[in-house]
């Protein structure tokens, strides 16, 4: 049982490029979330989506975009990355069965230079 | 939501109990509280949750004031493997918005 997984681990791009970022779960769980961490702050809600089909902005959503896919997968781009995208990414799933407990990836350190 | 406060740092020694407070004055009848921990790098881990009672679990406890304007956090035999970031997130029933503070950085001391 992977639980959430998260890829790539590690990405470098050059400013302006475009990328996605991809996570998948195996829990059966309804709801997924992406968070960017930057050095020595918290985690940040980019978006989330409740459900299947339904995607909303959380606290940072500028400059991203998410597709979820499926059940299983959410993923986010970034269609023009910039320097201040530079973070530590997370994807976590919830559900009403699990009281709604988040469940991580282990993160995708992104760098943009 | 709600918002929460959590001293930025505290200190424990080894085997002693450690108690994080967490302040959410303003939380409504329907918000639950969570308690997440990061180690290093690592996603967060779900400690425990509670809506109006104090809950036991394997790894913690969690102590509800009466009012529920705030909360503590109790690790009651702090190891070295304890140290990390704390995170305190009040969450409305039926909602998805995890909103994660800037927590509290325990570090256990030897």
């Known amino acids: 049982n992977a639980g959430v997984t998260q890829t790539p681990k590690f990405q470098v791009l050059k400013t302006g490029q475009s990328m996605t970022l991809q996570c998948a779960q195996d829990?059966?769980?309804?709801?997924m979330y992406w968070y960017r961490q930057d050095p020595g702050m918290g985690l940040r809600l980019i978006y989330y989506?409740?459900?299947?089909?339904?995607?909303d902005k959380g606290e940072v959503p500028n400059g991203y975009n998410v597709s979820r896919l499926n059940k299983r997968e959410f993923s986010l781009r970034l269609e023009s990355a910039a320097p201040s995208q530079t973070s530590v990414y997370f994807c976590?799933?919830?559900?009403?069965?699990?009281?709604?407990?988040?469940?991580f990836g282990s993160g995708t350190q992104l760098s943009v230079l | 939501d709600a918002k929460t406060t959590q001293p930025p740092s505290m200190d424990c020694a080894e085997g002693r109990a450690a108690n994080l407070p967490c302040n959410h004055s303003?939380?409504?009848?329907?918000?639950?509280v969570y308690w997440y921990r990061q180690i290093h790098s690592q996603g967060p881990q779900y400690i425990i949750h509670?809506?109006?009672n104090n809950e036991t679990n394997e790894m913690a406890s969690l102590i509800i004031t009466e009012d529920r304007k705030s909360s503590t956090l109790i690790l009651p035999h702090a190891t070295l493997r304890d140290t990390a970031v704390y995170y305190c997130?009040?969450?409305?029933?039926?909602?998805?918005?995890?909103?994660f503070g800037t927590g509290t950085r325990l570090k256990v001391l030897a």
């Open positions: 976590a799933s919830s559900d009403r069965a699990t009281n709604e407990k988040l469940f």
């Open positions: 829990m059966n769980h309804n709801s």
């Open positions: 989506s409740a459900s299947e089909g339904t995607t």
């Open positions: 303003t939380i409504s009848g329907n918000e639950y």
């Open positions: 509670g809506l109006k």
């Open positions: 997130i009040v969450r409305t029933s039926g909602t998805y918005k995890y909103i």
